[in-house]
């Protein structure tokens, strides 16, 4: 197995476009099989937001972002970045860089090892259906209600499906609310 770094950071420029990625970013990617996230060039000059999959998640992202860079104060907010055999428990730090921009740092709070889910596996075939993911503590909406996926699998049935459905990103409420929240005390 491949060695998954504990830290990650990551620069951007005032237009929110990804400048500078460490060497943890790179680890990370590859570690997570994506090479393609490996500079040069990865995902150098890109946008951040663009990274971002769902409209939700983009605005408040976008507010965080603003929020440091008008108030030049740093935010820290913790999220969950799982595979398929792990969850991984982050707290992710927005601070103002000098003369302008954002550095942003990941730090591994915990893991939690369990049983593979398929869902989560890149490579496992898709049928055209959805399924959503809050992008923050990764917990899925069935019919409302967000459970941890190892529930949402086995309520959704999906062990009895030749397809898995796509999975696409939103927030929960929790969430949402945790972020607001965080928003309002800077």
């Not at 500078?20 to 995902?43: H, K, M, Q, T």
């Not at 971002?52 to 603003?66: I, K, R, W």
């Not at 939690?112 to 596996?121: C, G, W």
Request: with cysteine; hydrophobic share 35%; net charge negative.
């Amino acid at each position: 197995m491949v060695r998954e770094p504990t830290t990650c950071a990551y620069e951007l420029d005032a237009d929110l476009r990804i400048i500078w990625v460490d060497e943890g970013w790179s680890e990370f990617a590859i570690a997570n099989d994506a090479p393609e996230l490996v500079p040069p060039p990865g995902p150098l000059g890109q946008s951040v937001l663009s990274y971002v999959a769902d409209p939700t998640s983009t605005q408040l992202y976008e507010l965080l972002f603003q929020r440091v860079l008008q108030t030049r104060r740093s935010i820290t907010i913790p999220f969950r970045c799982d595979s398929p055999a792990r969850r991984r428990y982050l707290n992710m730090t927005i601070k103002p860089r000098i003369p302008n921009g954002l550095r942003i740092e990941t730090m591994l709070t915990r893991t939690e090892e369990r049983t593979a889910v398929a869902l989560l596996d890149r490579y496992a075939p898709r049928g055209n259906d959805l399924l959503r993911m809050c992008g923050w503590c990764k917990s899925v909406d069935v019919a409302g209600r967000w459970c941890e996926v190892e529930e949402a699998v086995v309520e959704m049935r999906l062990f009895e499906r030749d397809l898995l459905p796509h999975v696409t990103h939103g927030i929960c409420p929790r969430c949402y609310e945790r972020v607001c929240r965080e928003l309002d005390r800077l």
